[in-house]
């Protein structure tokens, strides 16, 4: 078996999806901005990403990302973009997994299935440390939405995976992005994708969805705006490589 390969392209999602090839990919997984974090419009568009989705006490000074100041109609617009050039990109009965939150989930799933992708389900991921709610419930889940390009293929990947995930998000030395999921989570996610495949990830971020791919012999192929984040996501890839 061949040695798992990655590819890390610098740029705007959107532009770099549209020079992949056709059906080059095995499967999609991905963690795009939400443009959520904010009772009302104002808050949701005049404040920065870390403010929306880093508490005021968090000791660590990292990076901001740009892109999650859309309206619910304009992202959802968006995402129908992004996700119809994966689903290009994806080979035919390949899966999709995108993560999102409680206000985005309807718009997700909408831009899902208009991109052309089977709604399969939703995936609950639980965090055990989550902010408190006064006189209701913590939001102490977000969401994976699961698609697939066609029929399920469970001949090509006869996995049983479990409906709901629990996992923390990494603290202190180990964060090393705003929203960076848990590499636990991720190990367990990318099992969606046959062995010895390609993952792409367009919102790369920190690289977490490469280096679970990479660790566990797939491929992997990234798109990331930021400069300084990319150059995290290259020295973690690097390093699981």
């Known amino acids: 078996m061949p040695a798992p390969t990655w590819t890390l392209h610098h740029g705007d999602a ?90 985005q989930l309807p718009a997700t799933s909408d831009a899902l299935q208009a991109a052309g992708w089977t709604w399969r389900g939703i995936v609950p991921w639980h965090k055990p440390i989550s902010r408190p709610w006064r006189g209701g419930f913590n939001r102490a889940c977000e969401y994976i939405l699961w698609g697939t390009k066609g029929p399920v293929d469970a001949s090509r990947n006869p996995v049983h995976l479990p409906g709901l995930y629990t996992a923390s998000q990494p603290r202190g030395k180990g964060r090393v992005h705003i929203t960076q999921k848990p590499d636990a989570l991720m190990t367990e996610l990318v099992k969606i994708c046959p062995a010895a495949g390609c993952v792409l990830d367009p919102f790369t971020g920190s690289g977490s969805t490469g280096v679970a791919a990479l660790a566990s012999g797939r491929s992997f192929i990234g798109i990331e705006q930021s400069a300084a984040i990319a150059g995290t996501a290259r020295t973690r890839l690097t390093a699981a490589a």
């Open 14 to 103: 959107l532009t770099i999806l549209r020079t992949l090839p056709d059906a080059s990919v095995t499967a999609t997984i991905t963690d795009p901005p939400y443009n959520s974090g904010g009772l009302t419009s104002t808050a949701r568009t005049t404040s920065t990403a870390r403010g929306k989705y880093v508490s005021s006490d968090a000791q660590h000074t990292l990076p901001d990302f740009d892109g999650d100041t859309r309206d619910q109609r304009s992202h959802t617009l968006w995402l129908t973009l992004v996700l119809t050039e994966c689903y290009r990109a994806t080979e035919h009965g390949g899966p999709l997994l995108v993560f999102t939150d409680f206000r």
